[in-house]
């Protein structure tokens, strides 16, 4: 199918949409409204990630992933809406682009762990950071970096990794290249378990490397020095608060000294 023919798609499924939107617009956050009427890609993603080009299909995933997007509160949360030791902690860092021009987010694994209390806001988070990723990378998507060095079996939660290849299914076409880095041997078996929820598509982009590889495939002016590149500042957004200060959370103090407890890490 060409170029063309692909375009005919488009328009039928955005005309498609729109007339779904008129029917029940409170299913639609107007940020995707938006941007399914205005940017192709935003459509041929869905299209181009069916066999053969299926317009159903294509149409059917574009209406899960935006009713679950308007569900999930995507648009409703902010990077301020998160505590800043989300970020400190796990490294958590977007900027620049590898050799491909996908943007980056960087992370460190080493630093996980699982509070039950937690649960639902590392969710939002990291389904904030996957839109947020998206929404800048467009159409030439995005690429993870994750050191692992000196990460232990007790920071590797399967529900979490789950929960986050399971968010790939609405952003199509969105991960380009996903780099483990350093993973230590006693972590293989685990690996492989993660590596059996995705789909085939989305293991092609995992790359396991180690850190002296990485400007391979990405410039070491953006690497960072913990990763033996060239790049001192750190890159997290601005007007970030500490947990204990974002009382919109509705955490308990309990909860909160909890959280820092079991970090090991003071109240600042």
Request: positive net charge.
């Amino acid at each position: 199918m060409n170029e063309k023919e692909i375009k005919v798609i488009i328009k039928s499924i955005r005309k498609k949409f729109l007339k779904e939107y008129e029917l029940n617009p409170e299913l639609y956050h107007e940020i995707d409204v938006h941007r399914v009427s205005k940017d192709n890609w935003q459509i041929e993603r869905f299209v181009l990630d069916q066999e053969n080009l299926n317009e159903d299909k294509a149409y059917e995933s574009l209406i899960k992933a935006l009713q679950w997007k308007k569900s999930f509160g995507i648009h409703d949360r902010s990077d301020q809406y998160f505590p800043k030791e989300f970020y400190e902690l796990h490294a958590i860092e977007m900027y620049g682009h590898d050799k491909k021009g996908s943007i980056i987010q960087w992370e460190r694994t080493r630093n996980f762990k699982k509070i039950l209390d937690f649960v639902n806001l590392e969710q939002q988070f990291i389904a904030h950071r996957m839109e947020k990723l998206d929404s800048e990378g467009s159409r030439n998507g995005w690429t993870i970096v994750s050191n692992t060095m000196a990460s232990r079996l007790r920071n590797i939660n399967l529900e979490k990794y789950k929960f986050k290849i399971g968010l790939l299914q609405y952003y199509p076409q969105g991960l380009r290249s996903a780099f483990i880095v350093d993973l230590p041997s006693n972590l293989n078996s685990i690996m492989e378990i993660i590596l059996s929820y995705m789909s085939p598509k989305t293991r092609e982009c995992v790359k396991f490397i180690k850190r002296n590889q990485l400007t391979e495939y990405i410039d070491i002016a953006v690497i960072p020095f913990s990763l033996n590149g060239n790049r001192e500042k750190k890159i997290f957004p601005e007007g970030l608060l500490p947990l204990y200060k974002l009382s919109h959370l509705g955490l308990t103090e309990k909860q909160i000294d909890s959280y820092y407890n079991k970090h090991k890490i003071e109240k600042k």
